[in-house]
T-cell receptor, first 113, second 113 residues
């Protein structure tokens, strides 16, 4: 079975500062990895995903994540955050041999002016 | 496009009552799933379906039933509601392609008193 650990439940940061949201996973087989974002009172939206190929993946709004197989990590980074990035971010993993998508407990990113 | 539609948006039940949370998608997605979201626990998979007539259990299936008679609909039934089932419930769907992202509904907020 696979599992996901998000080490930080809350990350406060000032606007224009860099941020890293940490995600580690556990699986005995190869995996697909995802980051989803949830704005208040909404469902989740896909931010970015790693399926195969280049280990660095990017989103259209400046976030990036790097798949590190040896450290079983998929940390999310942004070099300069905006107020509008305030949201909850979820890391998720799906093993190749299963239909289940398992989520971490989430990290609440709060961006202050 | 409507995407994934969940009804109702809010519901209050008394302990022991039954109800069905509705989920419909108009994207012809084979895979559908139900999650519950609780503070500090992220999203946990309740049940999922890879196609009409096929359902399977997720991480927290107890107290919930599902069926999948059509591709479009995937209702979640609570046969005898308990206060522990107070939560926000999300339905999500995706095409039957490994690694494809989930499309989420806007959620149903359920309170059991």
């Amino acid at each position: 079975a696979q599992s996901v650990t998000q080490l930080d439940s809350q990350v406060p940061v000032f606007e224009e500062a860099p941020v890293e949201l940490r995600c580690n996973y556990s699986s005995s087989v190869s995996v697909y990895l995802f980051w989803y974002v949830q704005y208040p009172n909404q469902g989740l939206q896909l931010l970015l995903k790693y399926l195969s190929g280049s280990t660095l993946v990017e989103s259209i709004n400046g976030f990036e994540a790097e798949f590190n197989k040896s450290q079983t990590s998929f940390h999310l980074r942004k070099p300069s955050v905006h107020i509008s990035d305030t949201a909850e971010y979820f890391c998720a993993v799906s093993a190749f041999n299963t239909d289940k998508l398992i989520f971490g407990t989430g990290t609440r990113l709060q961006v202050f002016p | 496009n409507a995407g994934v539609t969940q009804t109702p948006k809010f519901q209050v039940l008394k302990t022991g009552q039954s109800m069905t949370l509705q989920c419909a998608q108009d994207m012809n997605h084979e895979y559908m799933s139900w999650y519950r979201q609780d503070p500090g626990m992220g999203l946990r998979l309740i049940h999922y379906s890879v196609g009409a007539g096929i359902t399977d259990q997720g991480e927290v299936p107890n107290g919930y039933n599902v069926s999948r008679s059509t591709t479009e609909d995937f209702p979640l039934r609570l046969l005898s509601a308990a206060p522990s089932q107070t939560s926000v419930y999300f339905c999500a769907s995706r095409p039957d392609r490994a690694g494809s992202p989930l499309h989420f509904g806007n959620g149903t907020r359920l309170t059991v008193t």
